[in-house]
């Protein structure tokens, strides 16, 4: 079992579609988690972390749920440049070691 | 965040040959990690790069084949030894300021082709 899975997708939608990924993840010591969006051919780029209580990030909505060890992210009225893929991040351990997703395919279409 | 770049943007090589990345970053930083992007798959960390000591690598890397320099808080070096064509990858270095959990940032990546 992978140690962060993710629906690889793709998702196509429609502009100003509300979309949700899911990830789970598999240690439970895991510490803090991120949700990055990596473009074709570019580094990953932090898109938001993710707190229990949830965060808002004007159209993105993130969510944990520590005891089924799940995360989401919701993005609403998609936009063709939200196309991307979407990588679902955890922490633990000494340094802050990243342990990443497979990553999951949006494509927005007009 | 933190300005970050990388040495070579992209390079082939023959097999058999190494080639070392250096990566740069514009301020002191605690954590500098090491992780490789293989065509079509997600990000795995090779190593943590630590200023002063020995890298502390991941399973599955070893330092004869990935050895890392770190020679102080804004500058390290991953070498990529003996290449064949499995090592055709993104490496990518990344950043974590303060040691404590907070958010990495990368930089854009060194392409590699071995032929």
């Known amino acids: 079992r992978k140690e962060v899975e993710q629906d690889p997708g793709p998702f196509n939608v429609p502009e100003g579609a509300t979309v949700a990924f899911n990830c789970t993840y598999s240690?439970?010591?895991?510490?803090?988690f991120f949700w990055y969006r990596q473009d074709c051919r570019k580094e990953p780029k932090l898109l938001m972390s993710?707190?229990?209580s949830g965060n808002e990030d004007g159209r993105f909505t993130a969510q944990l749920n520590r005891a089924s060890q799940y995360i989401s992210l919701l993005i609403r009225d998609s936009k063709l440049s939200d196309s991307a893929t979407y990588l679902c991040?955890?922490?633990?351990?000494?340094?802050?070691?990243?342990?990443f997703g497979a990553g999951t395919i949006l494509r927005v279409k007009s | 965040s933190a300005v970050i770049s990388q040495k070579p943007s992209r390079d082939i090589c023959q097999r058999g040959t190494s080639l070392t990345i250096q990566c740069q970053v514009d301020?002191?930083?605690?954590?500098m990690f090491w992780y490789r992007q293989q065509p079509g798959q997600s990000l795995t960390l090779i190593a943590t790069?630590?200023?002063?000591?020995?890298?502390?690598?991941e399973s599955g890397f070893v330092i004869d084949k990935f050895p890392i320099s770190r020679p102080n808080l804004t500058f390290s070096t991953l070498t990529v030894s003996n290449m064949s064509p499995e090592d055709s990858s993104i490496y990518l270095c990344?950043?974590?300021?303060?040691?404590?959990?907070?958010?990495?940032?990368f930089g854009p990546g060194t392409r590699l082709l071995v032929l």
């Open positions: 990344s950043v974590e300021r303060s040691g404590r959990g907070e958010t990495q940032y």
């Open positions: 240690n439970s010591a895991s510490q803090s």
């Open positions: 993710v707190y229990s």
């Open positions: 991040v955890v922490s633990y351990g000494y340094g802050n070691k990243l342990v």
């Open positions: 301020s002191q930083v605690t954590m």
């Open positions: 790069a630590n200023q002063g000591s020995e890298a502390t690598y």
